[in-house]
């Protein structure tokens, strides 16, 4: 007998355990390792903006957009490193969907014995829903008891019900925090983002999101992120997906002596990167809805 997709979406419904799917970004001295997005040889110090790339049934990705080193402001001379990173969360194929996405960053130095990139601010940073849907539900409760005339037996029911209607909100959650990683001790070294989607609607996590991260260094030696994206879809994807054995990549390389990285265009001071709002440089999307797509094939 062949178990088909048609099978499987059944048990989908009783919202069976999903197998988390772990994008992982290791050590390049791992020589086991099956690299799939690699540093290039010929320029090792690169600061790669590709980060991570997963295509199946689910699709994962990770874009460093702005890479901009300089100092925090004028008035000291505090080090300061801004990281723009965009995140792409999307189902490939009708049926599939992502149902919770955690992200972390973690910043070491390059080399051993230089100062760790201490983690100054971020954005997102704390608890956000995002697109919250509120649901009217009526619910009727009845229960019954039979009773019956003791000399001639003759029975009735005994009914009573009760409607209850109330109004229930749900909606996608976006959370941020700085953490500590690899020890208990000091200022944060790392950054964790977890998108999760409507419990109720069931429509997945956002497709797209904008985040920011504000470093802030004691000195010019080059430093490294690490990134995990952990995605857990819906069982039927995780049971189907061929994104069993993740392979590893190479971790993100920061080199404070290269020219700046700006792909949003924003207007940055490299003497004050104190000074930008994170949060204008981040966000969160849902859908992105093309208006006019319906076009007259003379119409120029």
């Given at each position: ?10 048990v ?8 988390t ?22 320029d090792p ?7 991570i ?9 990770c ?11 004028t008035q ?5 490193s ?5 995140f792409?969360?999307e ?7 992502i ?10 130095p390059?080399?051993k014995?230089d100062?760790?990139p ?7 940073d ?10 009217h539900?009526?619910?009727?409760i009845?229960g019954?008891?039979q ?21 229930t ?6 959370q941020g925090?700085k953490?500590?990683?690899?020890r208990?001790?000091?200022?944060p070294?790392?950054?964790v ?17 904008q985040?920011c991260?504000r470093?802030?260094?004691?000195d010019?030696?080059r ?25 590893k ?5 920061f080199d404070?002596?290269?020219?700046p ?6 207007d940055?001071?490299?003497d ?15 859908t ?7 076009k007259n094939?003379?119409?120029?």
């Amino acid at each position: 007998m062949t178990t088909t997709e048609n099978d499987l979406k059944v048990v989908e419904d009783y919202d069976v355990y999903s197998r988390t799917l772990d994008f992982n970004l290791q050590e390049e001295g791992d020589t086991d390792a099956n690299f799939r997005t690699e540093n290039d040889p010929n320029d090792p110090d690169e600061q790669r903006q590709d980060v991570i790339t997963r295509v199946d049934r689910v699709a994962a990705s990770c874009f460093c957009k702005d890479i901009i080193h300089g100092y925090f402001s004028t008035q000291d001379d505090d080090l300061c490193s801004l990281i723009v990173l965009y995140f792409r969360f999307e189902s490939r194929e009708d049926g599939h969907r992502i149902k919770k996405v955690e992200v972390q960053v973690t910043f070491s130095p390059k080399t051993k014995g230089d100062p760790d990139p201490i983690v100054e601010e971020i954005y997102p940073d704390g608890y956000f829903t995002v697109q919250p849907k509120t649901q009217h539900e009526v619910v009727t409760i009845s229960g019954g008891v039979q009773v019956s005339e003791p000399t001639t037996g003759v029975g009735a029911d005994l009914k009573r019900e009760k409607t209850v209607e109330k109004d229930t909100e749900d909606m996608m959650k976006v959370q941020g925090s700085k953490e500590k990683e690899g020890r208990n001790w000091g200022k944060p070294n790392s950054v964790v983002w977890i998108l999760r989607e409507n419990g109720r609607d069931k429509t997945g996590v956002p497709t797209s999101m904008q985040a920011c991260i504000r470093l802030k260094r004691k000195d010019m030696s080059r430093f490294q992120a690490h990134f995990t994206v952990k995605v857990t879809p819906t069982w039927l994807t995780s049971v189907l997906s061929c994104l069993k054995t993740d392979p590893k990549d190479h971790p993100v390389n920061f080199d404070p002596a290269q020219d700046p990285i700006n792909h949003t265009e924003y207007d940055y001071d490299t003497d004050e990167l104190g000074l930008p709002k994170l949060e204008d440089l981040s966000g969160v999307t849902v859908t992105t809805i093309l208006w006019k797509a319906v076009k007259n094939k003379y119409q120029k």
